[in-house]
Structures are given as C-alpha cells and as structure tokens.
C-alpha cells in the first residue's frame, strides 16, 4: 500500500516494484486481467472450441484462475470444467472441496471430483502407510505429485478435454526453473516454455495462463476479489529444495526487482530452441501401461509397482 496516486487519480493501492508503477484497486484488478489475456494471446494458450479442463484445488491461485478464464469463456467459445482432485488427505482436502464446489456453482462451471481411492484403489494416507510399512523412503509429495500429474492428464483424455489450465504463478515457474538447472535436468527445462506442446499423443497440453503474474498480485487480486482464501497446509508438507529456492528468489527479488520474471521469460526463449531437440526424442511409451512418458516405465507404473498396487485398474481412463 502506498500514499502515491495511481495513473488515473485515485488512491493507490498497489506498488509494482519492478516498473515502479502505483495503481489503485481498480487498475490493479484490470492490470492482473490484462496480463492474463495478453498471455493467453500471445502464446496462443486456447484456441476456439477448446474444451478446457482446470484444476481447481480450491488454493488462491486455482480459484483466481478460473475467475479470470470465466471471463473469456464466451468471447473464445471455449467450455471450461472445474476438475478437484481428492488425494484423500483426511482434515485437510475437505476445505477445498468445499470452497472449489461453491466458486464453480458461483460461477455456473461443471464441477467434477476424482477421489485416489477410486483410481488407485487407495487414499494418499493409505499410500503413504504401504510405503512406510515397505520401507519405501519416498516423501508422501512424491507419490502425489506423480500420481495427481497422471490423473489430471487422463482425466481430461477421458472427457475428451482439449487443454488443461493449472494455476501455476510466476514465483512457481522461477522456482521451478531454478531447480532444474540446479539437478541439471534441462529436458524439463525444454517443456517448461509458456506455449502448450502436444508432441505426444494421448498426453493434453498443459497451460499456465497465471505464469507472468507474480505471487503476491494473485494474493492481492484474490483479497480485493474477497475470495475464501484456505492456507491450511497439508500434513504431508517437508522441508524442500523448493522452499530453499523460493528464499532466494524472494531475496534477489527484492535486491533486483523484475529477477522473477527475466528468469521465467529467459527460460522461454530458452525452451523455444530446445523444444523439438529433446522432446520429440522422447516419445516412447510405457512399456506397462502404454502411455508417452521418456522413459521404458513411466513414473506412474514405477511408484505403482514399488508399493505393491495393481495399476491396471486406471487403464479404463486413458481408453
Ligand atoms: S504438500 Fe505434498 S502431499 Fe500435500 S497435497 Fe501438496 S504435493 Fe500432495
Ligand atoms: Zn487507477
Ligand atoms: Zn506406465
């Protein structure tokens, strides 16, 4: 918050530090719209008739993403689903399903639920205790991470969605971004450019309209918005390489204001050149359940069989 004025004469509201710009709430809200839009153009996120499936988690970011994509539903002729996945995490899913299944009704979006009990048979915590019992030293995000990033893609290949919008920030990218030049892993890094790739059949383009829009500005726009903000934290949440990246980002953001975003643009022109180098040698398919993955068994089907599960069971959702 800051004294000065905005542009058009009112009360400021917010100070954008790294263009020094001051706007009132109005602007700001406009401001955080247009980035979004212009996104959304320039790298072509959606075409017309897309069927865009989200993912709604019911956390800030997710709830402002389908606020602004609900705004251009119409002029693009798109269709949007609100999809919740529920790893069953006992006391601490429950809020957001419930604030995900009132946004979407607010909003007249099709919302739709998938339980990890449904599709694996098993509930994250009942997960996390096999991999106890077994002597499995993988942390409980690792399990979800993998499998919640399988059932958002074959959840949308089965109700035949064209994209899928996550909620991803700019602070999320950067970190991202970081970590993986810090693990070397510049295949990844390849993937990580803003425009959706479909190199893979039966794997839907992921698009992150939020990714120029930083934290804080999704946090604001979601306090002027007055939407339900839910920071309960998950009781499976460790101390993480993420965390460490995300203190010093935050810290040569604040020295060097605009860090955050040379980083993810960077990676972007970076990922343009790499793109058809690393990923298109990459298409292989999972030698036990058939879907793309880079290596000879997809990451879902390793975890699977380390715990014992039967994962033919989800092969109904990919066809
Ligand atoms: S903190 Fe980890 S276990 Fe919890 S919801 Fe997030 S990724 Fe899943
Ligand atoms: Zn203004
Ligand atoms: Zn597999």
Same mark, same amino acid.
Request: net charge positive.
């Given at each position: 918050?800051?004294?000065?004025?905005?542009?058009?004469?009112?009360?400021?509201?917010?100070? +954008?530090?790294?263009?020094?710009?001051?706007?009132?709430?109005?602007?700001?809200?406009?401001?955080? @719209?247009?980035?979004?839009?212009?996104?959304?153009?320039?790298?072509?996120?959606?075409?017309?008739?897309?069927?865009?499936?989200?993912?709604?988690?019911?956390?800030?970011?997710?709830?402002?993403?389908?606020?602004?994509?609900?705004?251009?539903?119409?002029?693009?002729?798109?269709?949007?689903?609100?999809?919740?996945?529920? !790893?069953?995490?006992?006391?601490?899913?429950?809020?957001?399903? !419930?604030?995900?299944?009132?946004?979407?009704?607010?909003?007249?979006? @099709?919302?739709?639920?998938?339980?990890?009990?449904?599709?694996? /048979?098993?509930?994250?915590?009942?997960?996390?205790?096999?991999?106890? !019992?077994?002597?499995?030293?993988?942390?409980?995000?690792?399990?979800?991470?993998?499998?919640?990033?399988?059932?958002?893609?074959?959840?949308?290949?089965?109700?035949?969605?064209t994209k899928v919008a996550t909620g991803h920030n700019l602070d999320d990218e950067a970190q991202t971004v970081l970590i993986n030049v810090l693990r070397g892993d510049f295949s990844r890094l390849a993937r990580l450019g803003a425009k959706p790739v479909a190199t893979r059949t039966g794997f839907i383009p992921r698009v992150k309209p939020l990714r120029y829009v930083p934290e804080r500005e999704i946090a604001?726009?979601?306090?002027?918005?007055?939407?339900?903000?839910?920071?309960?934290?998950?009781?499976?949440?460790?101390?993480?390489?993420?965390?460490?990246?995300?203190?010093?980002?935050?810290?040569?953001?604040?020295?060097?204001?605009?860090?955050?975003?040379?980083?993810?643009?960077?990676?972007?022109?970076?990922?343009?050149?790499?793109?058809?180098?690393?990923?298109?040698?990459?298409? +292989?398919?999972?030698?036990?359940?058939?879907?793309?993955? /880079?290596? @000879?068994?997809?990451?879902?089907?390793?975890?699977?069989?380390?715990?014992?599960?039967? /994962?033919?069971?989800?092969?109904?959702?990919?066809?």
């Open positions: 918050v800051s004294a000065a004025l905005c542009h058009c004469g009112k009360e400021g509201f917010y100070l +954008r530090q790294h263009s020094g710009d001051v706007l009132c709430e109005k602007c700001f809200v406009k401001s955080v @719209e247009r980035t979004v839009f212009k996104t959304i153009k320039r790298e072509k996120l959606f075409i017309p008739n897309d069927r865009i499936m989200v993912a709604l988690s019911g956390g800030k970011d997710s709830i402002v993403l389908i606020h602004i994509l609900s705004k251009i539903e119409r002029s693009y002729g798109t269709e949007l689903i609100a999809v919740t996945i529920d !790893e069953g995490l006992s006391g601490y899913r429950q809020e957001g399903l !419930e604030i995900s299944a009132k946004v979407a009704k607010d909003l007249k979006i @099709e919302h739709r639920v998938i339980t990890f009990k449904e599709i694996y /048979g098993h509930s994250l915590e009942e997960i996390c205790k096999i991999a106890e !019992e077994k002597g499995i030293g993988l942390l409980g995000c690792t399990f979800c991470g993998i499998l919640r990033r399988r059932l958002l893609n074959d959840y949308a290949c089965r109700i035949k969605a604001a726009y979601a306090y002027l918005k007055g939407f339900p903000l839910y920071e309960r934290e998950c009781p499976y949440v460790r101390a993480s390489l993420r965390d460490e990246v995300r203190d010093i980002l935050n810290c040569i953001e604040a020295q060097h204001p605009g860090t955050k975003f040379s980083v993810v643009r960077g990676t972007d022109r970076i990922s343009d050149l790499l793109k058809d180098k690393v990923i298109k040698s990459e298409v +292989r398919r999972c030698s036990r359940c058939g879907s793309p993955t /880079g290596r @000879e068994v997809c990451r879902m089907c390793e975890v699977l069989s380390m715990l014992g599960i039967d /994962g033919t069971f989800i092969n109904h959702l990919t066809e």
